[in-house]
């Protein structure tokens, strides 16, 4: 039944992996597979974890990451010369949201409306930006392009990082 749906958890696994440590190499042909299987859960985990928190922020988790997506599309689209689909923006958005869950699962147990929680929240708003605009290089083969893709990636990361701390 899995296999029907296009659930393959091993894929998701690669995927989260490439993800959790942006040092690493990203493998192209994986991450332009349109998997909407873990970015659904990881958009479900943010807003449990930011409803833990005492913020019910559902509507707006899923609205600013429809919003970013479609900007994103738009704008991979007049920057690489191959195109992409929308389930692939979708994708690599979504997956790239797990740092931003763990910020969010932090703000459980402290606040983040100090110091430490600013310098934190910049820490994962990169860790996002760098994740994601290093899988679209890979995938989308834009060699050099890397900064002018981080720098919309970390604004709409910026705005779900504004949610977790305010």
Do not use: R
């Amino acid at each position: 039944l899995l296999a029907e749906l296009g659930i393959n958890f091993e894929h998701i696994w690669q995927k989260t992996l490439t993800v959790l440590n942006p040092l690493k190499p990203a493998d192209g042909t994986i991450m332009n597979e349109t998997d909407l299987t873990g970015p659904v859960v990881f958009c479900l985990a943010l807003g449990a974890s930011l409803l833990m928190a005492g913020k019910v922020h559902f509507g707006y988790v899923y609205g600013m990451s429809a919003i970013g997506c479609l900007a994103m599309h738009a704008l991979l689209n007049l920057m690489s010369t191959s195109g992409v689909s929308h389930g692939c923006v979708a994708s690599v958005l979504g997956y790239c949201l797990l740092p931003m869950v763990i910020l969010s699962s932090s703000a459980v147990f402290f606040s983040l409306q100090g110091t430490l929680g600013t310098l934190l929240a910049l820490f994962v708003i990169g860790w996002c930006s760098l994740s994601a605009s290093k899988i679209f290089t890979s995938a989308l083969a834009m060699e050099g392009q890397q900064l002018l893709i981080a720098y919309p990636c970390a604004l709409l990361y910026g705005l779900f990082a504004l949610l977790t701390v305010f």
